[in-house]
């Protein structure tokens, strides 16, 4: 029954690979977002304090064509929701989405608020201990080809990280647009008070439009269910231990710790998952977030499930040799300095207010599409941080990283740590976490 449009899809997509993406103009709304936050100290200091994780409108419905996969028993679960009809087609296909559905774990919301011909509706949510997933429509009186978000805040939320997208196609006009915000955060939150406020700026026919809408939940969150497992693991010589797993309805938390004595700096899992007695598979969060930091990385969940057995699966990894881990360039000179050995990564313009750095023949790598850098520091140790990355891969094979930073202030050169990277070692993990 959705042979139609996937077909739909498949030609949008061809589409897509023989034009230029409007990324600059996705950018420069980044970029008017950030100005907007620094003349506004109040929320300047509050995003200081966040970890943003900011997607351009076409690089994002580039990879909602090449990506989306629903399952007719999950298609059927979102559209028998009222309203949430729309949203199947957004939401890429997830178990534990689909447990959370088919378990009443949505919340509809229905709050309204219309301002210069334009409305957002937020339609309904999805609360956990470690982030908010927001369904919302944006409707306007006349049919145009969408809007761009250049802000949004959770208001009442932790510290954390966020990802949404401006709803706007190429092909066609539309009065309508359903998308979604996803929070994430930091450490896992209980909440005492469930009244929260949507605070958006968009970019609509050239003007900015400011909502702040509140709304108020009636159901807090289900807690998490932990396994401790403190089992150490090796691939290809670097030691791992796999501390203990939370599984919330959102998202699978695992805990893990390197071994300080490793030669590689793990990046990231590109094949870790959970697996029950069957073979079904939870996998990765694709478009989510991993806090490489604190050691903490996401899967989709299982939480709505009892399996009889329970393992989890790890198999490859980005991973590059510690003395590699940090890309240290002269901007005025447009060189890199020190950074990978494999020498893929190249600059092919620098200036004061950021880089545009550029992999050839990329292609054989295409599910590598992530921002690889997110903070850094100058000669004199001052933090530069990337305001916005517009990426995409162009006809040629080559990958594309155009990032500008927050301050064109500081010394050179500028040493930029990579968060990931398309270097890879591979293993066969089998640890059993339900008997």
Same mark, same amino acid.
């Given at each position: 029954?959705?042979?139609?449009?996937?077909?739909?899809?498949?030609?949008?997509?061809?589409?897509?690979?023989?034009?230029?993406?409007?990324?600059?103009?996705?950018?420069?709304? *980044?970029?008017?977002?950030?100005?907007?936050?620094?003349?506004?100290?109040?929320?300047?200091?509050?995003?200081?304090?966040? *970890?943003?994780?900011?997607?351009?409108?076409?690089?994002?419905?580039?990879?909602?064509?090449?990506?989306?996969?629903?399952?007719?028993?999950?298609?059927?679960?979102?559209?028998?929701?009222?309203? /949430?009809?729309?949203?199947?087609?957004?939401?890429?296909?997830?178990?534990?989405?689909?447990?959370?559905?088919?378990?009443?774990?949505?919340?509809?919301?229905?709050?309204?608020?219309?301002?210069?011909?334009?409305?957002?509706?937020?339609?309904?949510?999805?609360?956990?201990?470690?982030? /908010?997933?927001?369904?919302?429509?944006?409707?306007?009186?006349?049919?145009?080809?969408?809007?761009?978000?250049?802000?949004?805040?959770?208001?009442?939320?932790?510290?954390?990280?966020?990802?949404?997208?401006?709803?706007?196609?190429?092909?066609?006009?539309?009065?309508?647009?359903?998308?979604?915000?996803?929070?994430?955060?930091? %450490?896992?939150?209980?909440?005492?008070?469930?009244?929260?406020?949507?605070? /958006?700026?968009?970019?609509?026919?050239?003007?900015?439009?400011?909502?702040?809408?509140?709304?108020?939940?009636?159901?807090?969150?289900?807690?998490?269910?932990?396994?401790?497992?403190?089992?150490?693991?090796?691939?290809?010589?670097?030691?791992?231990?796999?501390?203990?797993?939370?599984?919330?309805?959102?998202?699978?938390?695992?805990?893990?710790?390197?071994?300080?004595?490793?030669?590689?700096?793990?990046?990231?899992?590109?094949?870790?998952?959970?697996?029950?007695?069957?073979?079904?598979?939870?996998?990765? *969060?694709? @478009?989510?977030?991993?806090?490489? &930091?604190?050691?903490?990385?996401?899967?989709?969940?299982?939480?709505?499930?009892?399996? %009889?057995?329970?393992?989890?699966?790890?198999? %490859?990894?980005?991973?590059?040799?510690?003395?590699?881990?940090?890309?240290?360039?002269?901007?005025?000179?447009?060189?890199?300095?020190?950074?990978?050995?494999?020498?893929?990564?190249? *600059?092919?313009?620098?200036?004061?207010?950021?880089?545009?750095?550029?992999?050839?023949?990329?292609?054989?790598?295409?599910?590598?599409?992530?921002?690889?850098?997110?903070?850094? %520091?100058?000669?004199?140790?001052?933090?530069?941080?990337?305001?916005?990355? &517009? /990426?995409?891969?162009?006809?040629?094979?080559?990958?594309?990283?155009?990032?500008?930073?927050?301050?064109?202030?500081?010394?050179?050169?500028?040493?930029?740590?990579?968060?990931?990277?398309?270097?890879?070692?591979?293993? @066969?993990?089998?640890?059993?976490?339900?008997?």
């Amino acid at each position: 029954m959705y042979e139609k449009e996937e077909g739909k899809l498949l030609e949008m997509k061809d589409q897509l690979e023989k034009i230029h993406l409007p990324l600059d103009e996705a950018d420069e709304a *980044i970029r008017a977002g950030f100005d907007r936050a620094r003349r506004d100290k109040a929320k300047a200091r509050k995003r200081r304090n966040r *970890i943003w994780s900011l997607v351009a409108a076409a690089l994002l419905f580039f990879t909602f064509v090449t990506s989306i996969r629903v399952s007719p028993a999950f298609a059927n679960a979102v559209a028998s929701i009222p309203g /949430m009809e729309k949203f199947v087609d957004l939401i890429q296909f997830d178990k534990g989405l689909e447990g959370i559905f088919k378990n009443d774990y949505y919340q509809k919301v229905d709050a309204v608020q219309t301002k210069n011909g334009l409305t957002l509706t937020i339609d309904g949510v999805i609360l956990d201990e470690t982030g /908010m997933n927001i369904y919302y429509t944006m409707q306007s009186k006349e049919a145009v080809n969408g809007f761009s978000i250049q802000y949004v805040d959770l208001e009442n939320a932790p510290p954390g990280g966020i990802s949404y997208g401006g709803v706007s196609s190429p092909f066609e006009k539309s009065r309508e647009w359903a998308s979604e915000i996803k929070y994430y955060f930091q %450490k896992p939150t209980l909440f005492k008070d469930l009244s929260f406020t949507v605070e /958006m700026d968009v970019l609509f026919q050239g003007e900015t439009i400011s909502f702040s809408l509140p709304f108020e939940l009636k159901e807090n969150v289900k807690q998490g269910k932990t396994i401790v497992v403190n089992e150490e693991v090796e691939i290809e010589s670097q030691k791992l231990t796999i501390k203990e797993i939370t599984i919330y309805p959102l998202r699978v938390a695992v805990h893990i710790a390197f071994d300080e004595a490793n030669s590689k700096e793990i990046l990231g899992f590109e094949d870790m998952r959970l697996e029950d007695e069957n073979g079904e598979v939870w996998g990765s *969060i694709q @478009n989510g977030v991993s806090a490489r &930091g604190g050691g903490i990385y996401y899967l989709q969940s299982n939480y709505f499930e009892e399996p %009889k057995q329970l393992f989890l699966r790890i198999n %490859k990894l980005q991973a590059l040799d510690k003395d590699e881990t940090t890309l240290v360039i002269d901007t005025e000179k447009g060189e890199i300095l020190k950074g990978p050995k494999d020498g893929k990564l190249k *600059i092919k313009d620098s200036s004061w207010s950021g880089v545009h750095l550029v992999m050839p023949n990329a292609g054989d790598d295409p599910t590598h599409s992530y921002d690889m850098i997110s903070i850094g %520091k100058d000669a004199n140790a001052k933090e530069i941080y990337i305001s916005s990355t &517009g /990426m995409h891969m162009d006809e040629e094979g080559t990958r594309h990283w155009d990032m500008t930073f927050d301050t064109s202030n500081y010394t050179n050169p500028l040493r930029l740590e990579l968060t990931r990277y398309p270097n890879y070692i591979t293993g @066969n993990v089998k640890i059993e976490l339900k008997k």
